[in-house]
């Protein structure tokens, strides 16, 4: 029992040496490396350029060997307690937030006449401070606009008033539950799911990637892979040994997710 519990030991302490390795290596702090990855899962993008310039020096077989260490590292944090409290803590920022009402529909009709009684009597001061060759006309005007809101003031125009904001209260909900469905597509509760989703998405865009493509002024002298995906062009550039160590182990991940 002491001899497992001193290897499980040394485990952790190498795996944790490991990853401060390759994370000094890349010149990239544990903290923002661990919020790229939960973004990076969520997002479907990853934040190449914090690690553009030393990779960019590296030769291919450093460039596959700092890939490989780094997706370990990646692993590594994916399937510790820290990740899943991140995950969860994200997950709970990007949720959609329900319709805010303090009133019943009620209230707020009550509200809104109470709001438009007291534009009238702003109005009503406002005229009261005009001068006088502009003040006949304004009040003449004002009389005009209350005596066409009291002809329209009828059970039938306030019923109506009360079903356009029970209406516009359904478009919210609607709207709301809309928003939670994608929510909950977006940022499953199992980060598994999403884990295999993104794992599949990059074995499938780099799946045909030609690394004899030829380049004219940073351009594609094939039209056709201009069009390819930011991914198939990372890969291309990135190499055919870096992008192999990373296909392999997105493969080998993604056989465990089954």
């Known amino acids: 029992m002491k001899r497992m519990l ?7 302490v190498a795996a944790a040496a490991f990853a401060a390795d390759v994370l000094q290596q890349l010149h990239v702090d544990k903290n923002a490396a661990a919020r790229e990855v939960v973004q990076s899962m969520t997002s479907g993008q990853v934040n190449y350029w914090m690690v553009r310039e030393p990779f960019k020096v590296a030769a291919p077989a450093a460039r596959a060997a700092l890939v490989e260490q780094t997706l370990l ?77 009291k002809q329209m003031d009828t059970p039938e125009f306030r019923n109506m008033e009360r079903q356009g904001i029970v209406a516009q209260r359904k478009q919210q909900d609607d709207d709301y539950a ?48 201009e069009n390819k995906s930011s991914e198939w062009k990372l890969a291309f550039r990135a190499g055919k040994e870096p992008t192999g160590k990373a296909r392999a182990f997105a493969q080998s991940w993604l056989a465990e997710l089954k």
Do not use: H
């Open 178 to 225: 809309k928003r939670m469905a994608k929510w909950e597509k977006e940022y499953p509760a199992d980060s598994r799911l999403l884990l295999k989703s993104r794992l599949q998405q990059f074995l499938r865009e780099t799946a045909d990637v030609d690394y004899a493509a030829k380049l004219n002024g940073g351009r594609f002298v094939n039209p056709a892979y």
């Open 73 to 149: 590292w990646t692993k590594a944090y994916i399937g510790s307690p820290q990740f899943a409290k991140d995950y969860a803590t994200y997950r709970e920022q990007m949720k959609p937030r329900p319709p805010e009402r303090k009133q019943t529909v009620d209230e707020e009709l009550q509200s809104a006449r109470k709001k438009q009684q007291a534009d009238w009597e702003k109005t009503k001061k406002e005229i009261a401070q005009m001068p006088a060759q502009y003040r006949a006309a304004a009040e003449q005007g004002l009389k005009a606009a209350e005596a066409a809101q």
């Open 6 to 12: 001193l290897v499980a030991l040394f485990c952790a």
